[in-house]
């Protein structure tokens, strides 16, 4: 059975820390994963990733993804307060419609 | 532009009662979702819709029903409610980027059953 896994499932810095939150799957033909960051209300794409070794950046945040081991990463860096949120994952396959989601990782960032 | 959108935002049902989540959007995408959320569960996905006039049972649909009314349209039915139903839902839907498929999220819709 396809899954994806997050971890950890929380985590709470001080502003201006860097965190890294990962997403491991277990899945049959791959197609793409998916970050989303969902503050109280609807999730919010962030990066697709569908190629090994790429990096993906917007601003202080970046993904990478490893197709050999089957990991995401998704790092930030320099914290802020705005950054408190669930942070998911999902991968999609190559075939038929649906998304497959992990549990998230929430992110609270303190001053 | 709209994107996706979903109502009612908040409601509260009896037991045994029933309702209708509505959703729509406009960006032309094919695929229909509807998700709840529920905490430490993340999202899990009830029914989606692949296609107008198509529906497919995703990991949590006992209790729901669903209607691809056209392309813009997908509505979620709750027959007779359950407390165990009280969840946040969300619908979505998929276009491409680059290439590779994307959900995009309505704003939510709290659901309170008693």
């Known amino acids: 059975e396809d899954k994806v896994v997050q971890s950890p499932l929380s985590l709470v810095v001080h502003e201006g820390d860097t965190v890294t939150l990962n997403c491991s799957y277990e899945v049959t033909n791959f197609r793409s994963l998916l970050w989303y960051k969902q503050e109280k209300k609807a999730p919010t794409f962030l990066f697709m990733l569908?190629?090994?070794?790429i990096e993906k950046k917007s601003g202080r945040l970046s993904s990478i993804l490893d197709k050999k081991e089957l990991f995401s990463i998704l790092n930030i860096t320099a914290t802020q307060t705005g950054d408190s949120a669930i942070y998911l994952c999902?991968?999609?396959?190559?075939?038929?419609?649906?998304?497959?989601f992990g549990t998230g990782t929430s992110l609270t960032v303190i001053p | 532009n709209a994107g996706v959108t979903q109502t009612p935002k908040f409601q509260v049902l009896k037991t045994g009662q029933s309702m209708t989540l509505q959703c729509a959007q406009d960006m032309n995408h094919n695929s229909m979702y509807w998700y709840r959320q529920d905490p430490g569960m993340g999202l899990r996905l009830i029914y989606y819709?692949?296609?107008?006039?198509?529906?497919d049972k995703g990991e949590v649909p006992n209790g729901y029903n669903v209607s691809r009314l056209n392309k813009r349209e997908f509505s979620l039915r709750l027959e007779s409610a359950a407390p165990s139903q009280t969840s946040v839902y969300f619908c979505a839907s998929s276009g491409t980027l680059s290439g590779a498929n994307v959900l995009t999220f309505g704003a939510g819709s709290r659901l309170t059953v008693l």
């Open positions: 569908t190629s090994s070794g």
């Open positions: 999902a991968f999609k396959p190559n075939t038929g419609n649906q998304f497959y």
């Open positions: 819709s692949a296609s107008e006039g198509t529906t």
